[in-house]
Every structure is written in C-alpha cells, then in structure tokens.
C-alpha cells in the first residue's frame, strides 16, 4: 500500500541462470578434481617405489654359514724352514663344514694385522708376519683352492723374526674373514683368542 490507500500489485520476476552454463561448469570441475587426484596418487607411489627399490639395493649379502677349528703349537719344527735348529709357533686352521669358498677369499689376520693374504705367493708371501708359500714345497697354504670340510691353513712364525719376538701370542685376537666377491663387504667367519 502507499499513502493514497491504494495497493500496488507486485509483479514477481523470475530470477533465471543458464541451466547449460551451471551444468557445464560442475563437469569440468568433477573431471579437473579426479585428474588431480589420479595424479597425486600417481605421483605418491613413484616416490614410494623409489624408495623401495632405492632400499632393496642396500640389502647385505649375508655371510657363508661356517665352522673352523684352530690349534696352535707352541715350539714345533719349522715347516718352512726344516732343520733340527728350526722350531717355531704354528696356527692350524681347519675348516670344519659349512658353504664351499674360494680360497683365494678367505684371509687371517692377527690383531687387526693380515697375516695370510691368499692373492700373496713366493718371496711376497715369505716375508709376511706368517711365513707361508715359502721357498720350497710346504703345507703353508690352504689345502686346496675351494674349501670345503676337512681343508686347512697351517700358519708359521715368522722364522726370519728374532727369536725373542715370536709374532703369535697367548691372548692375541685371531680372526678368519671371508671378503664377498660380489660387493667387497668383508665378513668374519671365526674370532678367537690364541692359546700358546
């Protein structure tokens, strides 16, 4: 009503939007929405399997599964040096089961000292702590070029040394390592204290 007293009629005008323009618009969004989502997913498991495989590759090539079995001689006749003035300390390594191994992998080592480095023969050989693979034919080697049970290392005293500084000793750390052949990683296979 206005102030005259006299009512107005009130036309009512429809308020319209483009139904194509509204429909079109909420499609692009929904498909946009589900790409994005593919993608992150996509993206999220690419990051995941590099990991994975990045982790995959720095999985241990584990240690032969191995027994040996050490003795030691305390004043016994000199392998590498024969004679009845010849005596010295021996090691006797023996391998008692376990995977075959290339002998030419297998090293000792005296207190963090190589002793018996198996790529090492002759002279080179002869004039390591350990005398072995000496001059003349000796048992100073292992038995054969792939171990298996019953093979050993005989070990000897340096005989060159002066007599009064024997290289092996009571309570030396004596330890067997196996060096992988495929990754290089070094393995110790038995540690134990001497006994002389």
Same mark, same amino acid.
């Given at each position: 009503m206005d102030n005259t007293?006299?009512? $107005?009629?009130? =036309?009512?005008?429809?308020?319209?939007?483009?139904?194509?323009?509204?429909r079109d618009t909420r499609a692009a969004t929904s498909v946009i929405g589900v790409i994005l989502l593919v993608a992150i997913t996509v993206l999220l498991a690419g990051v995941v399997a590099v990991f994975a495989f990045? %982790?995959?590759?720095?999985? =241990? %090539?584990?240690a032969p599964e191995t027994a040996f079995d050490v003795e030691t001689c305390d004043s016994c006749p000199s392998l590498a040096d024969p004679g009845p003035d010849s005596i010295t300390n021996f090691i006797n390594i023996?391998?008692? *089961?376990? %995977?075959?191994? *290339?002998?030419? *992998? $297998? *090293?000792v080592k005296l207190n963090g000292e190589l002793i018996f480095d198996p790529s090492k023969t002759?002279?080179?050989?002869?004039? !390591?702590?350990?005398?072995? &693979? +000496?001059a003349g034919d000796n048992d100073l080697r292992w038995s054969s070029d792939t171990l298996?049970? +019953? &093979?050993? @290392?005989? @070990? !000897? &005293? &340096?005989?060159?040394?002066?007599? #009064?500084?024997d290289e092996f000793q009571s309570g030396e750390t004596l330890r $067997? $390592?196996?060096?992988?052949?495929?990754? #290089?990683?070094?393995?110790? @296979?038995? %540690?134990?204290e001497l006994n002389l």
């Open positions: 007293g006299l009512t $107005v009629p009130i =036309k009512i005008i429809r308020q319209t939007t483009c139904p194509k323009y509204v990045a %982790e995959g590759d720095n999985v =241990k %090539e584990p023996t391998y008692t *089961q376990g %995977e075959r191994l *290339q002998a030419s *992998q $297998v *090293q002759g002279e080179a050989a002869y004039a !390591e702590p350990a005398n072995y &693979d +000496g298996v049970a +019953g &093979d050993r @290392l005989v @070990l !000897e &005293d &340096d005989a060159d040394a002066d007599a #009064g500084s $067997v $390592v196996w060096t992988s052949p495929n990754s #290089g990683e070094a393995y110790v @296979l038995i %540690e134990v």
